[in-house]
């Protein structure tokens, strides 16, 4: 079946330290791809998204390319601020589902 | 930010007493969802609906329905609570694009 594999948290980083989360699938199919972001006593928000390969999500300074060949789309971003402390979460939406299956998010931590 | 409550906020419950969760959109969106998030285990989903008095079961929906009688309301009922059902619920809405979901704010409950 469909899954989402994170790596584990928390990631500690610095101020204006590089980031980068890792996300690998599992899917039938050719799955839409997802970022989710949630701040601290917050519901989630969509951070970015990709539905097909090579595909390049980007916001808030945020990227992730949609890989096939590696079944990945890992999150980046070139210098974190204190603000994007939160939990981030990998999801896909596979085949013919209306369902996205979510990973089980990792914590962000920047300290100033 | 989409237009979606959830109440209540939060909750504390004795097992075997029925539990409501209500959540309300503004945004005429078709699709609903309501989802458990715990630690180690990302969300979960429960149920969800794709239309007025149509809905479907998620992947963790033992021990839990809902009922869809008009676009803006979703309920999700626990019949009688269980110390498992201790959890995070949150609802989520989604329109032209189901996959695109829009989170509220969430209801801690806690079954003692």
């Known amino acids: 079946g469909n899954s989402v594999t994170q790596m584990e948290g928390p990631v500690t980083l610095s101020e204006e330290a590089f980031l980068t989360i890792n996300c690998t699938y599992t899917a039938t199919g050719y799955p839409s791809l997802f970022w989710y972001v949630q701040y601290p006593g917050e519901g989630l928000q969509l951070l970015l998204k990709a539905t097909k390969a090579d595909d390049k999500g980007s916001n808030k300074g945020f990227e992730a390319t949609y890989r096939k060949e590696t079944t990945s789309f890992h999150l980046e971003k070139g210098s974190v601020q204190v603000s994007d402390s939160a939990v981030y979460f990998c999801?896909?939406?596979?085949?013919?589902?209306?369902?996205?299956?979510f990973g089980t998010g990792t914590l962000l931590a920047v300290q100033p | 930010d989409a237009g979606i409550t959830q109440s209540p906020r939060h909750k504390v419950t004795e097992t075997g007493t029925p539990v409501t969760l209500r959540c309300h959109q503004t945004e005429n969106h078709r699709y609903m969802y309501w989802y458990r998030q715990d630690p180690g285990h990302g969300l979960r989903l429960i149920h969800y609906?794709?239309?007025?008095?149509?809905?479907d079961k998620g992947e963790v929906s033992d021990g839990y329905s809902v009922s869809r009688s008009k676009t803006e309301d979703f309920l999700l009922t626990l019949e009688s609570a269980t110390s498992s059902q201790t959890s995070v619920y949150f609802c989520a809405i989604g329109g032209l694009d189901p996959f695109e979901q829009y989170f509220g704010p969430g209801t801690r409950l806690t079954v003692t």
């Open positions: 999801a896909l939406r596979g085949g013919a589902t209306n369902k996205l299956i």
């Open positions: 609906s794709y239309g007025v008095k149509d809905t």
